[in-house]
Protein backbone atom coordinates (compact mmCIF):
# COMPACT_ATOMS: atom_id res chain seq x y z
CA UNK A 1 0.00 0.00 0.00
CA UNK A 2 2.69 2.66 0.71
CA UNK A 3 4.31 1.80 -2.58
CA UNK A 4 0.98 2.79 -4.32
CA UNK A 5 1.06 6.00 -2.43
CA UNK A 6 4.49 7.19 -2.89
CA UNK A 7 3.82 6.69 -6.84
CA UNK A 8 0.60 8.57 -6.61
CA UNK A 9 2.52 11.19 -4.54
CA UNK A 10 5.28 11.54 -7.27
CA UNK A 11 3.01 11.73 -10.02
CA UNK A 12 0.98 14.10 -8.81
CA UNK A 13 3.54 16.55 -7.49
CA UNK A 14 5.38 16.95 -10.48
CA UNK A 15 2.28 16.42 -12.66
CA UNK A 16 0.64 19.50 -11.36
CA UNK A 17 3.66 21.62 -12.08
CA UNK A 18 1.73 24.20 -14.51
CA UNK A 19 4.68 24.89 -16.66
CA UNK A 20 3.06 26.86 -18.81
CA UNK A 21 1.22 28.89 -16.95
CA UNK A 22 4.51 30.13 -15.20
CA UNK A 23 6.73 30.80 -18.74
CA UNK A 24 3.99 32.51 -19.89
CA UNK A 25 3.62 34.94 -17.04
CA UNK A 26 7.65 35.08 -16.81
CA UNK A 27 8.03 35.77 -20.34
CA UNK A 28 5.60 38.77 -19.94
CA UNK A 29 2.80 37.42 -22.05
CA UNK A 30 0.31 37.62 -18.74
CA UNK A 31 -1.92 34.82 -17.75
CA UNK A 32 -2.06 31.69 -20.55
CA UNK A 33 -5.40 30.70 -19.29
CA UNK A 34 -7.16 34.37 -21.37
CA UNK A 35 -5.59 33.34 -24.24
CA UNK A 36 -7.14 30.99 -26.65
CA UNK A 37 -8.50 28.15 -25.25
CA UNK A 38 -7.48 29.17 -21.91
CA UNK A 39 -5.42 25.46 -21.81
CA UNK A 40 -2.26 26.12 -19.56
CA UNK A 41 -0.67 23.23 -22.45
CA UNK A 42 1.63 24.10 -25.14
CA UNK A 43 -0.65 24.43 -28.16
CA UNK A 44 -2.58 27.80 -26.32
CA UNK A 45 0.98 29.34 -25.44
CA UNK A 46 1.92 28.97 -29.31
CA UNK A 47 -0.69 31.23 -29.53
CA UNK A 48 1.06 34.23 -27.91
CA UNK A 49 3.53 34.14 -31.09
CA UNK A 50 6.16 33.03 -29.33
CA UNK A 51 7.48 29.75 -30.76
CA UNK A 52 10.25 28.67 -28.28
CA UNK A 53 8.22 29.36 -25.06
CA UNK A 54 5.84 26.97 -26.68
CA UNK A 55 8.51 24.50 -27.07
CA UNK A 56 10.01 24.78 -23.74
CA UNK A 57 6.20 24.21 -22.01
CA UNK A 58 6.04 21.23 -24.53
CA UNK A 59 9.71 19.65 -23.51
CA UNK A 60 8.70 20.86 -19.76
CA UNK A 61 5.07 18.97 -19.53
CA UNK A 62 6.33 16.00 -21.05
CA UNK A 63 9.58 15.84 -19.00
CA UNK A 64 7.44 16.03 -15.73
CA UNK A 65 5.41 13.10 -17.02
CA UNK A 66 9.15 11.38 -17.90
CA UNK A 67 10.59 12.43 -14.28
CA UNK A 68 7.64 10.52 -12.69
CA UNK A 69 7.98 7.10 -14.16
CA UNK A 70 11.90 7.54 -13.78
CA UNK A 71 11.69 8.51 -10.37
CA UNK A 72 8.96 5.93 -9.41
CA UNK A 73 10.95 3.27 -11.19
CA UNK A 74 14.24 3.93 -9.54
CA UNK A 75 12.33 4.27 -5.97
CA UNK A 76 9.95 1.53 -6.24
CA UNK A 77 10.58 -0.42 -9.08
CA UNK A 78 8.85 -0.91 -12.51
CA UNK A 79 5.28 -1.93 -11.76
CA UNK A 80 4.77 0.82 -9.53
CA UNK A 81 5.96 3.26 -12.81
CA UNK A 82 3.23 3.26 -14.78
CA UNK A 83 0.96 4.01 -11.67
CA UNK A 84 3.05 7.46 -11.41
CA UNK A 85 3.12 8.36 -15.61
CA UNK A 86 -1.33 8.13 -14.98
CA UNK A 87 -1.12 10.38 -11.80
CA UNK A 88 1.23 13.05 -13.88
CA UNK A 89 -1.13 12.98 -16.32
CA UNK A 90 -4.40 13.19 -14.37
CA UNK A 91 -2.63 15.77 -12.30
CA UNK A 92 -1.50 18.05 -15.40
CA UNK A 93 -5.34 17.98 -16.46
CA UNK A 94 -6.32 18.84 -12.77
CA UNK A 95 -3.73 20.61 -11.13
CA UNK A 96 -4.74 21.44 -7.27
CA UNK A 97 -3.06 24.88 -7.45
CA UNK A 98 -5.19 25.96 -10.38
CA UNK A 99 -8.72 24.58 -9.06
CA UNK A 100 -7.97 21.13 -10.81
CA UNK A 101 -8.27 23.06 -14.39
CA UNK A 102 -5.22 22.41 -16.15
CA UNK A 103 -3.89 21.00 -19.81
CA UNK A 104 -5.36 18.23 -21.82
CA UNK A 105 -2.57 15.94 -21.07
CA UNK A 106 -0.85 15.19 -24.68
CA UNK A 107 2.61 15.99 -23.68
CA UNK A 108 2.79 14.70 -20.77
CA UNK A 109 1.11 11.28 -21.40
CA UNK A 110 3.58 10.95 -24.25
CA UNK A 111 6.48 11.58 -21.84
CA UNK A 112 5.23 9.44 -19.69
CA UNK A 113 5.19 7.10 -22.58
CA UNK A 114 8.50 7.37 -23.70
CA UNK A 115 9.89 6.87 -20.47
CA UNK A 116 7.54 3.51 -19.82
CA UNK A 117 9.14 2.05 -22.99
CA UNK A 118 10.30 3.99 -25.68
CA UNK A 119 8.92 2.63 -28.85
CA UNK A 120 5.61 3.57 -27.24
CA UNK A 121 6.52 7.21 -27.23
CA UNK A 122 8.36 6.93 -30.61
CA UNK A 123 4.86 5.80 -32.05
CA UNK A 124 2.87 8.11 -30.35
CA UNK A 125 5.53 11.22 -31.23
CA UNK A 126 5.53 10.36 -34.82
CA UNK A 127 1.52 9.68 -35.30
CA UNK A 128 0.90 13.30 -33.77
CA UNK A 129 3.32 14.88 -36.48
CA UNK A 130 1.61 12.65 -39.26
CA UNK A 131 -1.42 13.99 -38.00
CA UNK A 132 -1.14 17.30 -37.47
CA UNK A 133 0.78 17.61 -40.73
CA UNK A 134 -1.74 16.44 -42.74
CA UNK A 135 -4.64 18.56 -41.28
CA UNK A 136 -2.60 21.67 -39.35
CA UNK A 137 -5.02 20.61 -36.45
CA UNK A 138 -3.01 19.96 -32.96
CA UNK A 139 -6.05 17.82 -31.72
CA UNK A 140 -5.78 15.73 -34.65
CA UNK A 141 -2.56 14.67 -33.96
CA UNK A 142 -3.16 14.42 -30.54
CA UNK A 143 -5.76 11.96 -31.48
CA UNK A 144 -3.62 10.04 -33.78
CA UNK A 145 -0.60 9.62 -31.02
CA UNK A 146 -2.97 8.49 -28.19
CA UNK A 147 -4.34 5.81 -30.60
CA UNK A 148 -0.58 5.12 -31.67
CA UNK A 149 0.46 4.68 -28.64
CA UNK A 150 -2.34 2.84 -27.17
CA UNK A 151 -1.94 0.29 -29.71
CA UNK A 152 1.69 0.05 -29.45
CA UNK A 153 1.36 -0.09 -25.32
CA UNK A 154 -0.64 -3.29 -25.88
CA UNK A 155 2.40 -4.91 -28.74
CA UNK A 156 5.36 -4.42 -26.64
CA UNK A 157 4.27 -4.13 -22.66
CA UNK A 158 2.59 -6.28 -20.25
CA UNK A 159 -1.15 -6.58 -20.01
CA UNK A 160 -1.84 -4.56 -16.53
CA UNK A 161 0.61 -1.41 -17.66
CA UNK A 162 -0.58 -1.65 -20.65
CA UNK A 163 -4.19 -1.25 -19.73
CA UNK A 164 -2.54 1.51 -17.57
CA UNK A 165 -1.48 3.08 -20.68
CA UNK A 166 -4.51 2.37 -22.53
CA UNK A 167 -6.36 4.09 -19.81
CA UNK A 168 -4.07 7.27 -19.82
CA UNK A 169 -4.36 7.58 -23.86
CA UNK A 170 -8.34 7.47 -23.57
CA UNK A 171 -8.59 9.84 -20.78
CA UNK A 172 -6.82 12.43 -22.93
CA UNK A 173 -9.03 11.35 -25.95
CA UNK A 174 -11.84 12.25 -23.81
CA UNK A 175 -10.48 15.69 -22.62
CA UNK A 176 -10.45 16.56 -26.48
CA UNK A 177 -13.70 16.16 -26.65
CA UNK A 178 -14.70 19.70 -27.50
CA UNK A 179 -11.81 19.52 -29.96
CA UNK A 180 -13.91 16.24 -31.57
CA UNK A 181 -17.01 18.11 -32.15
CA UNK A 182 -15.38 20.90 -33.73
CA UNK A 183 -13.80 18.49 -36.26
CA UNK A 184 -16.96 17.01 -36.57
CA UNK A 185 -18.95 20.34 -37.23
CA UNK A 186 -15.88 21.46 -39.48
CA UNK A 187 -14.86 24.50 -36.87
CA UNK A 188 -11.52 23.23 -35.46
CA UNK A 189 -9.16 25.54 -35.82
CA UNK A 190 -5.61 25.28 -37.25
CA UNK A 191 -2.20 25.01 -35.57
CA UNK A 192 -1.78 28.21 -34.09
CA UNK A 193 -5.06 29.98 -34.42
CA UNK A 194 -8.75 29.95 -32.77
CA UNK A 195 -9.21 27.65 -29.92
Known amino acids: ?91 HMHPVWLGFKGGKGVATALGTFWAIAWPIGVAGCLAWLAGAAATRRSSVGSLCAMAAAAIAGLVVLPPPIALALLGVAL ?15 GTEPRIGQGK
Open 1 to 91: MIDILIAVAIGLALGSIPFGLVLTRSAGHGDIRSIGSGNIGATNVLRTGNKPLALAVLLLDAGKGAASVALAWWLLGPEWAALAGLAAVVS
Open 171 to 185: YVVWRHKANIQRLLA
